[in-house]
């Protein structure tokens, strides 16, 4: 199995910074894409940003240039550092994983999502 720890929310005030963090564990022999998506309240989630295993990264329209993504491959971690937040910033955050882990039978596929950090913004 495949755990996913998230961290790192809170509130904020507007144009403060916040930096969420995702750990997987478990028996995990390879990550592909990483990715953190957000889901107001009455909203559907939708994604935020994404990293590929090569590092190339792609954010949604509303925090480009505000938000960054990263990952430690070491550490089977995933970042996102939230910059000059705003209100309609505020959600619940969750990391999401694909990749390869030890089966009972071999390699198998993985897609596992944390459970969610909640990020509110506002004065």
């Known amino acids: 199995q495949v755990q996913l720890v998230e961290s790192g929310g809170g509130l904020v005030q507007p144009g403060g910074s916040l930096r969420l963090s995702c750990a997987a564990s478990?028996?995990?022999?390879?990550?592909?894409?990483m990715a953190w998506y957000r889901q107001a309240p009455g909203k559907e989630r939708g994604m935020v940003a994404v990293?590929?295993?090569?590092?190339?990264?792609n954010y949604a329209d509303s925090v480009k240039g505000r938000f960054t993504i990263s990952r430690d491959n070491a550490k089977n971690t995933v970042y996102l550092q939230m910059n000059s937040l705003k209100p309609e910033d505020t959600a619940a955050y969750y990391c999401n994983i694909d990749g390869l882990k030890y089966g009972k039978y071999g390699l198998e596929s993985f897609d596992s999502w944390g459970q969610g950090t909640q990020v509110t913004v506002s004065s």
């Open positions: 990293i590929s295993s090569g590092g190339n990264t």
């Open positions: 478990g028996t995990i022999s390879s990550i592909n894409a």
